[in-house]
């Protein structure tokens, strides 16, 4: 990527619109902007910067605005604008950036050009910068000699993470990250199954179990039926003795006792049975609302006492009130008159809101339901309750004359038949046996029901829920999965090993073409990231000063830069493309001697692909030459700075000399006050 120019619009030191076109010639790459102190050469850097990224380079200074002030006077509606142009390969690319007032969020787009069409089409602008200068190597190719100290001071995890992103291994990481994801979800897909399947075991167990005991049920139900039977046998065996007796008045209350046991059994006993179950079911159905009926009463009362207290509810709603006056007509069809309206809208404050009118209904429609509730309930509870009535006078009448009919037998037993008192007393024996067993009948039939219906209900929970199978396979894909991650994850640590020596090798490359004081780069310890700069044969770093600090600055970021240079040279290699993009530098001299100044711009021209390069004046006229010399100079500009004041400071130098010519740095007296940038003929 190389940028061609840029547009500043009302943005920091300028006012107005301004543009800078940058060299992207292969033989002269590199742009040169000189200027005095505090006239807008970092206000350029910050420009990109903001542009690309949205924010300040970490060392901006934070109290100027973005927008310019001058701008703001004379228009508050004034709005920073800066606008970028780019090539890469064959493409042509616009990123632009607008902040519309100081405190607004910035506005960002960005556009390709489409040669066969002669148009722009959108691009996604975060995901064109993230590949054109991620966030992570912009400190090397957007370079601030005075916040260089940043690139070292606890942040080596960021030369890390910087020098993995030159070399690809920030995919690599992610597609490791991803492979153990995926892991973790397979091992998490194994763990439910085998959750699933061991519930499953336990969901058989347990419907084996409800099973057994709905077996062992039905088998105590059957040996329980057939003893009624036994039982029923033995009884009528003793009814035929004791009616084949030759005892006419005997035979006939026992004929009559058989009648009226038989009706209680077949007849009178089930019904009541049904009649209860129909009462228990009523209640349980209705129970709440019939129960909560008494409450009815209370609620009414209250809401009685309130309307005619005048509060709420009140006897028409403001919706009711509202729609008789937009009609103005009465219910009964009258035209309002003037008296009535004003009645109307003094009644509207004291009308139900559409919210309370709403909740006055639903209280009337659930009072409503109660009352509905409990009339049902009151009507089939008479209907039940008076045939359990008939029911029970009919099975206490016929009890009553059954024990009449065997007192009756056993008083005449002995004027007959010695045998009958003997037959009878049998006979009630097993008819006690029998009422047992019918109890007992009950009893079992009611379990019998309650495990049927449990185990079916088991059973279509086990079928809705479905069978887990754990797939062969899957344990086969877990395995690989870890083993490519484990292989990945060598391969990553091998890669890193190799990039720390290749940076560390490009490092001392630097160090021995251009370093005056026979310096070189080590690292402290096998796993760090951040080089010291030493004393040829030393392994302590010696107390850096800033001009050192600059200079450690330069080469690491020259050295990024030709690594990635390098690995877009050599795309046998490549896992994805290096980063390419020109090299801003902004007051990179200001703390170094000469012997450094020569040997930083040499190192910053000769290792970049394009370079623009913001000088103070003060170092200038020894930097030139060198650019001069190296023959790769393709633009020049100067910044000059107009002022209102009539009289500069002290300590603002007026005057510059550029290409033999005396330029004005400072023009005073001015309506505006702003920077301005000019082209120099080279």
């Given at each position: 990527m190389k940028i061609t120019g840029i547009e500043i619009e009302n943005f920091r030191a300028f006012h107005g619109k301004h543009e800078i076109l940058f060299s992207t010639d292969e033989k002269k790459p590199v742009t040169v902007i000189v200027a005095q102190n505090n006239v807008g050469k970092s206000s350029i850097l910050e420009a990109i910067y903001w542009c690309l990224y949205g924010e300040m380079p970490i060392d901006a200074d934070k109290t100027d605005d973005k927008i310019n002030n001058q701008s703001e006077e004379i228009d508050e509606a004034a709005q920073a604008k800066v606008k970028l142009k780019l090539i890469e390969g064959s493409d042509d690319f616009v990123i632009s950036r607008t902040l519309p007032s100081e405190n607004s969020e910035s506005i960002f787009s960005a556009l390709k050009y489409v040669s066969k069409d002669h148009s722009w089409d959108e691009e996604e602008p975060r995901a064109l910068v993230n590949r054109l200068l991620p966030k992570n190597l912009r400190d090397f190719f957007l370079f601030r000699g005075e916040g260089v100290e940043d690139l070292f001071h606890k942040n080596e995890q960021r030369l890390k993470n910087s020098m993995e992103h030159i070399q690809g291994l920030t995919y690599l990481e992610e597609g490791r990250k991803d492979l153990e994801n995926f892991y973790i979800s397979?091992?998490?897909?194994?763990?439910?199954?085998?959750?699933?399947?061991?519930?499953?075991?336990?969901?058989?167990?347990?419907?084996s179990e409800l099973n057994q005991a709905v077996e062992v049920l039905e088998k105590r139900l059957a040996k329980n039926n057939q003893d009624i039977q036994e039982t029923e046998?033995?009884?009528n065996q003793f009814n035929t003795l004791i009616n084949d007796s030759g005892v006419e008045a005997i035979a006939q209350k026992n004929k009559e006792n058989i009648r009226l046991q038989t009706k209680l059994k077949i007849e009178i006993l089930p019904n009541i049975e049904k009649l209860n179950k129909e009462k228990i079911k009523l209640i349980s159905e209705r129970g709440f609302r019939v129960l909560g009926y008494s409450y009815k009463e209370k609620i009414d009362t209250f809401l009685a006492a309130q309307r005619a207290k005048g509060k709420f509810p009140a006897d028409y709603s403001e919706a009711f009130l509202k729609s008789l006056l937009d009609s103005e007509n009465c219910i009964c069809g009258e035209k309002l008159d003037d008296a009535k309206k004003e009645h109307l809208k003094s009644s509207l404050g004291e009308g139900l809101s559409t919210e309370q009118d709403r909740i006055t209904r639903d209280i009337g429609a659930e009072l409503g339901a109660f009352e509905i509730a409990n009339?049902?309930?009151?009507?089939?509870?008479?209907?039940?309750?008076?045939?359990?009535?008939?029911?029970?006078?009919?099975?206490?009448?016929?009890?009553?004359?059954?024990?009449?009919?065997?007192?009756?037998?056993?008083?005449?037993?002995?004027?007959?038949?010695?045998?009958?008192?003997?037959?009878?007393?049998?006979?009630?024996?097993?008819?006690?046996?029998?009422?047992?067993?019918?109890?007992?009948?009950?009893?079992?039939?009611?379990?019998?029901?309650?495990?049927?219906?449990?185990?079916?209900?088991?059973?279509?929970?086990?079928?809705?829920?479905g069978s887990a199978n754990l797939d062969s396979s899957?344990?086969?894909?877990?395995?690989?999965?870890?083993?490519?991650?484990?292989?990945?994850?060598?391969?990553?640590?091998?890669?890193?090993?190799?990039?720390?020596?290749?940076?560390?090798?490009?490092?001392?490359?630097?160090?021995?073409?251009?370093?005056?004081?026979?310096?070189?780069?080590?690292?402290?310890?096998?796993?760090?990231?951040?080089?010291?700069?030493?004393?040829?044969?030393?392994?302590?770093?010696?107390?850096?000063?800033?001009?050192?600090?600059?200079?450690?600055?330069?080469?690491?970021?020259?050295?990024?830069?030709?690594?990635?240079?390098?690995?877009?040279?050599?795309?046998?290699?490549?896992?994805?493309?290096?980063?390419?993009?020109?090299?801003?530098?902004?007051?990179?001299?200001?703390?170094?001697?000469?012997?450094?100044?020569?040997?930083?711009?040499?190192?910053?021209?000769?290792?970049?692909e394009q370079s623009v390069i913001l000088v103070n004046y003060k170092d200038y006229k020894n930097f030139i030459e060198v650019v001069k010399k190296s023959k790769k100079l393709g633009k020049h500009y100067f910044i000059q700075r107009s002022v209102k004041e009539k009289k500069a400071g002290s300590e603002v130098d007026l005057n510059m000399t550029i290409e033999g010519k005396t330029v004005v740095s400072h023009l005073l007296g001015q309506d505006f006050t702003t920077s301005s940038i000019y082209e120099v003929k080279i």
């Open positions: 397979l091992l998490a897909k194994r763990e439910k199954l085998s959750k699933k399947m061991k519930k499953e075991e336990v969901d058989r167990n347990n419907l046998k033995s009884i009339k049902d309930y009151q009507k089939d509870i008479h209907r039940i309750n008076t045939q359990l009535q008939e029911l029970n006078i009919t099975k206490d009448q016929f009890e009553n004359d059954i024990k009449e009919n065997t007192a009756f037998i056993k008083d005449h037993a002995n004027f007959n038949n010695k045998d009958v008192a003997k037959w009878e007393k049998s006979k009630d024996a097993e008819e006690v046996v029998l009422k047992n067993l019918l109890v007992e009948s009950g009893t079992l039939g009611n379990k019998l029901d309650a495990a049927k219906a449990e185990f079916e209900k088991e059973k279509r929970l086990a079928e809705k829920s899957l344990d086969a894909k877990i395995n690989f999965i870890d083993e490519a991650s484990q292989l990945l994850l060598s391969s990553l640590d091998k890669s890193r090993e190799e990039i720390r020596n290749g940076l560390l090798k490009t490092l001392q490359e630097l160090t021995k073409k251009y370093s005056t004081l026979g310096e070189t780069f080590i690292y402290k310890d096998d796993e760090s990231f951040n080089p010291l700069l030493v004393e040829k044969g030393q392994n302590i770093e010696r107390v850096l000063n800033k001009g050192d600090l600059t200079m450690k600055g330069i080469y690491f970021a020259c050295a990024a830069i030709m690594q990635n240079m390098s690995r877009r040279k050599n795309p046998e290699h490549l896992i994805s493309e290096g980063t390419s993009a020109p090299m801003i530098v902004d007051a990179p001299f200001s703390n170094l001697d000469q012997n450094n100044l020569t040997s930083a711009t040499k190192m910053i021209i000769e290792s970049c």
